[in-house]
């Protein structure tokens, strides 16, 4: 089935999150320069809302059902999707490279909302599978920027105002783990330390940013403890979020098939002042 978008979208080319070469680039080709692309709504539409878009792909590569896609279903919400291309494992990075990546483009966001007429305020930030181990990441390790930095950007925040985790890989430890995303981020048999750094449900506190959070029982590629785990400790630390586990859908199913999931997210983006 698919999802025909017949409104005003106003995307634009790829940005580079910096200038210059990204933090520990290991060179100059297309796979070491990480981007973010708007998707901008039709103004006659827009609510001033922006979300960032961290596909899935196991830190391998980047499913453009999870990118594109979900930024044109914003869209057509009046949010601006903008998609991240973030640095993969299968590429030679590791961890934090993916980390800076997603909190760059939060702050490039930030840093550029007068041009795209969003709200520095109401910037969220979305991800699926191995895309929502990054968006959980960054929901529980985000900082304030630095005020005195000769760099605009990095004086702005790169806490996102709320988190959409589809199917979402959280824990690198047993039993829970998706080795395939651990090896690729932290490297085989990483020290039982990073694991946990890196085991999002073990880093929530009050401070996290209210949460969807969304996964299916038949799930075959990512347990579904990781999203019950995560909504646990969500709900430990007082944080608000809305947790929806559905019997049928398999792992990666995007907006395929008219899932529910989509008008339950319009639904808790009302409440949260994103969606009119």
């Given at each position: ?11 634009q ?26 998707y ?17 792909g196991?830190?391998?590569a ?18 601006a ?29 930030r ?15 979305m ?40 199917y ?6 047993p ?12 490297g ?17 506190t009050p ?16 347990k ?53």
């Amino acid at each position: 089935m698919f999802v025909l978008f017949t409104f005003c979208v106003r995307a634009q080319e790829p940005i580079r999150l910096w200038a210059g070469d990204a933090p520990g680039a290991l060179g100059k080709e297309d796979k070491d320069v990480p981007t973010l692309t708007p998707y901008l709504p039709d103004p006659a539409r827009a609510t001033g809302a922006a979300i960032v878009i961290c596909p899935g792909g196991g830190y391998s590569a980047l499913a453009q059902h999870e990118g594109k896609d979900y930024a044109l279903f914003l869209n057509e919400q009046g949010v601006a999707g903008l998609v991240l291309k973030y640095r993969l494992g299968s590429n030679g990075y590791r961890h934090p490279a993916m980390l800076e990546d997603a909190a760059r483009a939060v702050r490039l966001v930030r840093a550029r909302a007068a041009e795209w007429k969003v709200d520095p305020k109401r910037v969220g930030i979305m991800g699926s599978s191995a895309g929502g181990h990054l968006a959980s990441t960054l929901l529980t390790h985000f900082d304030s920027g630095k005020s005195d930095s000769a760099d605009p950007v990095e004086r702005e925040s790169s806490r996102p105002d709320l988190g959409i985790l589809c199917y979402a890989v959280i824990s690198m430890l047993p039993p829970n783990v998706h080795t395939g995303s651990r090896d690729r981020l932290l490297g085989k048999d990483p020290p039982e330390e990073l694991s946990k750094l890196l085991s999002n449900d073990l880093q929530v506190t009050p401070q996290t940013p209210p949460c969807f959070i969304w996964h299916t029982w038949e799930d075959k590629g990512v347990k579904v403890e990781n999203s019950l785990e995560f909504a646990a400790a969500l709900r430990r630390a007082g944080v608000p979020f809305d947790l929806h586990v559905f019997q049928q859908g398999r792992h990666g199913i995007g907006l395929a098939g008219g899932h529910p999931w989509s008008k339950d997210l319009v639904f808790w983006l009302k409440a949260q002042g994103f969606v009119r």
